[in-house]
């Protein structure tokens, strides 16, 4: 057993858990956020995509231990109150969800895309990018439709900032 | 009807949870005292199990107990059964042997329990489980269909001799075999429809809570239908009485039919709550899931069509062999027969029609219904043979469609189906113009300068949904009715709970459901709430598949909806002293028509249930129920098309262009409905490009992670271009027909017919990989 600090959604979190813990199990159940999802055993869904110190990571390809010192946000860290990240709107407006499980991981790996290309996004990227996230019910054509929309969004709120 | 009501895109009630991390999925629940059951699986896909030597498990840190299949048999938990009989061409009954949750002596499928251990953690009861000894004896494997029939085939089951569970026919054997013998051209074609694993991004999931001083059972379950789930585990496998079990399928992560079944997991996890009288919950990890969902297909088909001089379709014949895996799952036997061969006659006249289907064990996965279910295996057949037909008998493909197209209806086919309506031309006319079909010569012929081979493939679908008319499926061999059940419950403040039987598991149905009734009433959709998934709440219901939520469970709320409206109007009647028949809502208020006077809908409700001031005789409250058990199947079609490029060096194809033009009938929400096509879309062109499960001969799924199984990712797949014609259904109040599998029906005929043309080889098996291609170009 060792114990862990860390950073989580803004706030400092210490947890005591077994070496062996991964990070997505030291999110949903120890800290019982349960928006971080399990959907493989292979590090090939995405469900479980969260950012650490800001890039995208999966969840269930690092140890708790690896994660210490380091500032985590999960689906649940990334609206303001009641105002929803442009990338959760972008979803909601452009019905980029079905059952909703793959929803968390896809929200957070495409805000991480924006970020990295800012303002020039286009279809065939986005497609290329989402290669780590599977979605089995959306045919993913209105998840590619929120995250374009999203970049434009993203590009004017961080303008007016 | 008003902004909200049907016909508009609005976006999703339930999607606030699921973009801010809120949903709350089976495994997101915890319970006090709960514990964590690990499955003890075998490695082998047919065994004899010699011993389980469980001592040492038990031993191990955390663990709570340790059972086996002896134990669950011991106990007289009952055998996973099937629930639809089907009966030979010799009238004798289909074969089914036994399925312990648990085995208890003989393993069949690589993958299955045989004992399951409880601990205090998830880390404990894997450890444990690692230390469960189980001394097997392998006996001898039929990992596929052609293993297992051919002689001297290893038996899986005492009851089914040479592993066949029935040998079922449909149609006029003598008619058609004579209108063969009469025909002008003959097209033939020997059809592989690969298996396929489901893969619902959520993984099934339990918890199981027992009360020893209630005698009472929950189970958390991620359940399509969690009614039936509650109704099977207790009228047939004796775990817990019907009233003394909770049922709850809370949010349910996709489905797409592999979360119809009640599996041997959540048996295991009820039972072995009362046994260790602590709360136990499994979740699945995707490895086990590849091992043991349900998987989809696995047929092998001979298929004939022949045509007169006319090009005129005039006999169909079809034998296939159908692979059912190692047990019977609970309504396997229905998907290769009543819902496969009654759709042979897709969208054409065909006099003569008559299929064999012989469904055979396996050493491999059970195989039940995935998404489409019979329809796209049947769709399949008929539009590669039109295909193939038009190519041989050198016509064009839409030209020879449109040709043998029905065209009046109702349409009452060989094969049991009535059609009761559509206009199979207009949607073919709106997907040719929506691809300039008669631009792709041109097209291709640039596409060939630049070295690159460019195909087109139609594939025009027709499916049976709105699942389904009770008395018919009876008389066909189900052992449940397919109706479904609504309640509408006005609260006094004249806000309304929609409880209902359908399942939503990313259908949007908290969202659809609500826009019929705030249509109806005039009122916003955030007056209405729906309830589901809790058998606590709802009394009873069939569930959600067969693209039956729409059709069906919402026809039940229309019905609920009209007895609401007719008491309410009396009630509103009285308090304005008018004829009860001057009285419309409009606006979420009662009007007396020709008047200004009106009564809002909370004061209606709140008079309900006050009952101070009701017309004489009337009980208080504002509350109806119905039951809604359709009339006839639906019958939702289009013409899908799809336009590929294949590059000859490599045999990878790229996607053009991919139409689809859908007749659902009337559209609840437009918006929903065309991402449940993409979905289906999604899937049926994994079917035809990227999915299929393989097992080797050893019966070894070689295919079990995301690593090795192809699912469909982003940069896989197109964007989509849709367009809907419409023919109002006539057998259900809203016209609506059900959307949910189309395109996983249509789909991967129109890849494979594209493929085909462009590489000039008609030879090409499901999944068409670049390998596979690359060698129909190369030989």
């Keep these: 057993m060792s114990t862990i600090k860390l950073t989580v959604n803004g706030k400092a ?20 956020l349960t928006g971080t999802h399990v959907g493989c055993d292979t590090s090939q869904c995405g469900t479980c995509v969260v950012h650490i110190d800001g890039k995208a990571v999966k969840s269930c390809t690092v140890l708790a231990g690896q994660a210490a010192g380091s500032n985590v946000t999960t689906i649940e860290g990334i609206s303001k109150g009641d105002e929803l990240h442009p990338m959760q709107a972008a979803f909601r407006d452009n019905h980029g969800l079905q059952c909703g499980y793959c929803t968390p991981g896809m929200i957070m790996s495409s805000i991480d895309i924006v970020n990295r290309y800012g303002g020039k996004l286009d279809e065939e990227t986005v497609r290329h990018e989402l290669e780590g996230n599977i979605c089995r019910c959306t045919g993913y054509h209105n998840i590619v439709k929120s995250v374009l929309d999203a970049a434009g969004r993203m590009k004017v709120a961080q303008a007016a900032e | 009807m008003g902004v909200e009501g049907i016909g508009a895109s609005v976006v999703r009630k339930e999607d606030r949870r699921f973009i801010t991390g809120r949903g709350r999925y089976v495994d997101d629940i915890k319970i006090v005292g709960l514990t964590h059951a690990h499955f003890v699986r075998s490695p082998h896909a047919h065994a004899k199990i010699k011993s389980i030597d469980i001592a040492a498990a038990k031993g191990m840190p955390g663990v709570v107990g340790v059972l086996t299949g002896q134990q669950i048999v011991d106990d007289k938990v009952g055998n996973l059964i099937c629930g639809w009989a089907i009966t030979s061409k010799d009238g004798t009954g289909m074969k089914m042997g036994a399925w312990p949750a648990m085995a208890p002596e003989i393993v069949r499928f690589a993958g299955q329990a045989v004992a399951v251990v409880i601990a205090e953690t998830k880390n404990q009861a894997r450890d444990a489980a690692e230390a469960v000894v189980v001394d097997y004896e392998e006996l001898p494997v039929a990992s596929d269909i052609r293993a297992a029939i051919k002689p001297g085939a290893p038996q899986l089951h005492p009851e089914a001799a040479g592993n066949v569970i029935y040998d079922w026919t449909i149609g006029e054997e003598a008619a058609t075999d004579a209108a063969f013998k009469a025909a002008a051209n003959v097209v033939s ?73 009640i599996y041997p997991e959540e048996m295991v996890a009820l039972w072995a709550s009362k046994k260790v009288n602590r709360p136990v919950k499994w979740t699945g990890d995707r490895s086990e899931a590849f091992l043991t969902d349900a998987h989809g297909r696995d047929h092998l088909t001979k298929a004939e069509m022949a045509f007169d001089k006319d090009n005129k379709v005039t006999a169909l014949r079809v034998k296939t062999y159908a692979n059912l895996g190692a047990y019977m799952s609970l309504f396997s036997s229905s998907v290769p027969t009543y819902l496969y061969a009654t759709l042979l006659s897709g969208q054409y006249n065909i ?89 792709f010569p041109a097209r291709k012929a640039k596409a060939k300068a630049e070295g690159k081979l460019r195909g087109i493939g139609i594939s025009c679908y027709i499916e049976a949904c709105g699942i389904a008319p009770s008395k018919a499926v009876g008389s066909l061999g189900a052992g449940v009715g397919l109706w479904e059940s609504a309640e509408v419950r006005v609260n006094p403040v004249g806000t309304i709970e929609i409880l209902t039987g359908s399942h939503s598991h990313g259908q949007g149905h908290e969202t659809t459901f609500a826009q019929l009734v705030a249509g109806r009433l005039g009122i916003p959709i955030s007056q209405v709430s729906i309830v589901h998934g809790d058998t606590d709440k709802v009394q009873f219901g069939m569930g959600t598949y067969g693209s039956r939520s729409a059709a069906v469970g919402m026809s039940a709320i229309f019905k609920a909806m009209e007895k609401v409206e007719a008491k309410a109007k009396k009630i509103a009647a009285h308090q304005l002293e008018a004829s009860e028949a001057d009285i419309v809502i409009e606006n979420g208020e009662f009007k007396v028509t020709g008047t200004d006077k009106s009564i809002a809908l909370p004061m209606v409700a709140l008079a309900a249930y006050t009952a101070h001031n009701l017309p004489d005789g009337m009980e208080p409250g504002l509350k109806e129920g119905a039951f809604y058990d359709p009339t006839n199947f639906t ?97 259900n109040p809203l016209g609506v027909k059900g959307c949910g599998e189309a395109g996983a029906i249509g789909a991967s005929a129109a890849v494979i017919n594209a493929i085909t043309d462009a590489i000039g080889n008609n030879k090409l098996e499901m999944p068409a990989s670049p390998d596979r291609v690359w060698h129909a170009i190369h030989g």
């Design chain 1, 13 to 32: 979190v210490s947890a005591e858990v077994e070496d062996r813990t991964l990070l997505v199990h030291l999110l949903r159940e120890t800290l019982n």
């Design chain 2, 189 to 261: 074609l020997d059809i592989t429809n690969n298996r396929l694993v489901p893969n619902a991004m959520e993984p099934r999931a339990a918890i199981a809570e027992y009360n020893d001083a209630e005698e009472h059972f929950t189970l958390y379950t991620t359940s399509q239908n969690p009614h039936v789930a509650r109704l099977v585990l207790s009228a047939f496998y004796n775990i817990a009485q019907e009233h003394k079990l909770r049922v709850v399928a809370p949010d349910v992560g996709g489905g797409f039919g592999s979360k119809i079944f």
């Design chain 2, 351 to 439: 006099p003569n029609i008559f299929a064999e289907v012989i469904s055979v064990y396996t050493n491999t996965t059970p195989v039940d219904a995935y998404r489409g279910a019979g329809r796209p295996e049947a769709s399949f057949v008929v539009e590669r043979l039109m295909e193939t037909a038009a190519r041989q008998l050198k016509v064009d493909p839409a030209e020879l469609r449109r040709k043998n197209f029905i065209t009046t209806f109702p349409h009452q086919t060989p094969v049991i189906m009535a059609y009761d309506v559509g206009d199979f031309g207009a949607s073919l006319d709106s997907a040719m113009k929506a691809i300039d079909y008669a631009g």
């Design chain 2, 635 to 731: 019958f939702p079609a289009g013409a899908y098309i799809c336009e590929i490029e294949v590059d000859s060096g490599t045999g990878k194809t790229s996607f053009v262009n991919f139409v689809a033009a859908d007749d659902f009938g009337t559209l609840i929400n437009p918006m929903i409905v065309e991402g449940q096509v993409h979905g289906g879309l999604a899937q049926g062109i994994g079917q035809a490009l990227l999915e299929g499960a393989v097992y080797d001969s050893s019966g070894q799924l070689m295919t079990a992670s995301f690593m090795d199984y192809t699912m469909p990712r982003a940069d896989d797949l197109p964007s989509f271009k849709l367009s809907h014609t419409t023919t109002e259904c006539p057998g």
